[in-house]
Every structure is written in C-alpha cells, then in structure tokens.
C-alpha cells in the first residue's frame, strides 16, 4: 500500500513505485546525496558522472524502484533488482535516503514493500550489501530477520520472503494502484478544475 510517513506537522511523505518517467528525479536525488551517504550507498565514493549512467539504466526489465516522496521531491528510494538466471531465484536490494530524512523509518518501508514484491516474484533469497560501519542498514536488515555475515570490511545481510499469498498479492497491488494514482494525481488535478 501506499504508505505516509509524518516527518513533521507540515509534511507527509509518501512511498510510490517508481516508473522509467521518474528517471530525472531519481537521478536528481541520487546527485543530491550527501557524500557520507553516496558512500553507503554505492560502496564507495563514485563520481556525478557515474551516478548519471546508473541512472540512465537502472529501470530494466529485472528492477523495481520504490520512492519516498517529499511533495514532488524524491528523498529516498529503494531498489530490488532480480537476479533472473538463479535458480532458486534471487534478489539483491539497496536504499539510498537524504541526509535530512535519515532516521525517519524511511528504510524500514521501503525494505517492506521490497520485501512483498520479492515475494510476489518467487524471490527466495534477498541479498543486501552494506559496509560493516553502516549501523542503520544493519539494524535495518536485523529488523527484518536478516542473517548477518561480515567479511573484509563489507557486511552481507539475507533475507528470506515468505512465499507469495492472496494477502501479500493484494497489498502490492493495492500498493501499485496507489501509485499510478498519485503519479497521475497532477494530471488529474487538473482536468477536474
């Protein structure tokens, strides 16, 4: 489902799937982060160049993006990018928020919904990948049960989805119906005025 999140007594966040048409802002909030936080999420530091070619192919066929949203602002995302040719099937996820929105339980939603879709797709392993030092996303990944393996400075996390069911069926779609709703929601707006 669509989720809200109340960062403060002015603004709800909402958490949406992304499409390949959110390309531009998905590029424009993985430039913004801080680089603390561009560290985290890459692994190590990359270049604004680098961040504008992940961008450009990072809606294929094999991931699904999901966006926290500040009004029209992209703050945090979360990917699923399916391993197809694994068998049993596999997933590896990552999550990059602003700094201004970390703290927020933006993860933790995100890695929900993440979790469903995985499920839904007959992922039975879910793989997340972070440096040792990075506190949030391993208790993010405890939190969700995640079996935690440390070698050379990188933290391994594996998660294992329920398998599918109506409930888990229907909250993605319920979720996905949500989304094409709000994304649409301007185009709406307007022609209702």
């Not at 201004?100 to 979790?115: A, C, E, K, P, V």
């Not at 329920?162 to 779609?173: D, K, Q, V």
């Amino acid at each position: 489902m669509m989720a809200f999140v109340k960062r403060n007594a002015d603004t709800d966040i909402t958490i949406r799937h992304l499409w390949p048409t959110d390309r531009a802002l998905y590029c424009a909030h993985l430039l913004r982060l801080d680089p603390e936080s561009r560290h985290s999420r890459f692994g190590g530091g990359v270049s604004d160049s680098y961040i504008r070619d992940y961008a450009e192919t990072a809606f294929g066929l094999d991931t699904l993006i999901y966006g926290a949203f500040d009004g029209s602002d992209l703050i945090a995302a979360g990917e699923l990018r399916i391993l197809f040719g694994t068998w049993p099937l596999r997933a590896e996820t990552a999550f990059s928020v602003e700094m201004l929105y970390q703290n927020h339980g933006l993860g933790d939603q995100l890695l929900t919904r993440i979790i469903t879709a995985a499920r839904n797709r007959g992922v039975t392993k879910l793989g997340m990948q972070c440096l040792s030092y990075n506190q949030r996303m391993r208790h993010l990944a405890q939190k969700h049960h995640a079996e935690l393996t440390t070698v050379a400075g990188e933290t391994e996390a594996q998660l294992v989805p329920i398998t599918l069911n109506p409930m888990s069926l229907f909250e993605e779609w319920i979720g996905e119906a949500d989304s094409a709703l709000t994304h649409l929601n301007p185009w709406i707006r307007t022609g209702l005025h």
